[in-house]
């Protein structure tokens, strides 16, 4: 079987994502390892940062996917092959997008909102702004930083307007 081969970037080698994890529930900590310690996570909770990760529920579902946050109590849900087998540094950037939410909804934020397509929903731009501001500290260029803002539910459009609202350069692509 062929190595998966990742680019060298800045991600804290403390950081670890569990590969082998089983679907069912999970605490946060159990499956990313180290997240705690990260400026962008501590910047995204303050002094709620210990008791809220430290509450915080990941639900491994086992069919493909990605990650996302329950609009009913806040907690992580995930894809088992996705964790288990994606690239390390896009469940990075997920998992803050995602910590992002559980923020939102701890706020009592409407992370669905219909009013707004995808793209243009305020909570998801205000987490996108800060994966992609990680991403940049992590040494991605804004090529692969547009790449990684490319999801399989938008179109072209969307992808582009996405990048330009979370401040990301777009190219002439």
Known sequence: MKEKKERALNIDPKIRIKTDVSSGSHNFHDVFIGFGDLS?????FGNNLVKVLGELVVEVFPKDGFMGVSDED???FASQQYINSGEKW???LDVIHE???????KQGMNLFDPRFAYVDRPTEIE???VAVEEA????MTEEEIFNYLEVPWITREEHVRLAKSSGVKVSGK
Do not use: D, T
Not at 99 to 105: E, G, I, M, Y
């Open 127 to 129: 987490a996108y702004v």
């Open 90 to 92: 896009s469940i990075y």
């Open 99 to 105: 910590l992002v939410h559980v923020r939102q909804f």
């Open 136 to 139: 940049r500290r992590i040494g």
């Open 74 to 76: 806040g907690h992580i």
């Open 40 to 44: 962008a996570v501590k910047a995204i």
